[in-house]
């Protein structure tokens, strides 16, 4: 069974900084690409940011210069670091990942989901 397993998330003051972690695990031949989302209440789920394996990255407008997303291959790990919060940041975020899980068989997995609230 895959799983992806958030950590990282907490309560910060504006200007401060987090860093969130997600590895995938279970039964994966290839971690393809991988990406943070978030949702803040009454809003719909936006990409924050992603990266591909060969470390391509793409960025939300309202994070460049910021946030700094990173993978590690051999860990199955994406990270986000999270610079510069702002209240307006404050969602829970998701890790999710496109998964080889079988010879031409990709699927799309989701963490539980991380709780970042950064106060004013």
């Known amino acids: 069974q895959v799983q992806l397993v958030e950590s990282g998330g907490g309560l910060v003051q504006a200007g401060g900084s987090l860093r969130l972690s997600c590895a995938a695990s279970?039964?994966?031949?290839?971690?393809?690409?991988m990406g943070w989302y978030r949702q803040a209440p009454g809003k719909q789920r936006e990409l924050v940011a992603s990266?591909?394996?060969?470390?391509?990255?793409n960025y939300a407008e309202s994070v460049k210069g910021r946030f700094a997303i990173s993978r590690d291959n051999a860990k199955n790990t994406v990270y986000l670091q999270m610079n510069s919060l702002k209240p307006e940041d404050t969602a829970v975020y998701y890790c999710?990942?496109?998964?080889?899980?079988?010879?031409?068989?990709?699927?799309?997995?989701w963490g539980q989901g991380t709780q970042v609230t950064v106060a004013s």
């Open positions: 279970g039964s994966i031949l290839r971690v393809d690409v």
């Open positions: 990266i591909t394996r060969g470390g391509s990255t």
């Open positions: 999710n990942a496109d998964l080889l899980v079988q010879f031409f068989k990709n699927e799309d997995h």
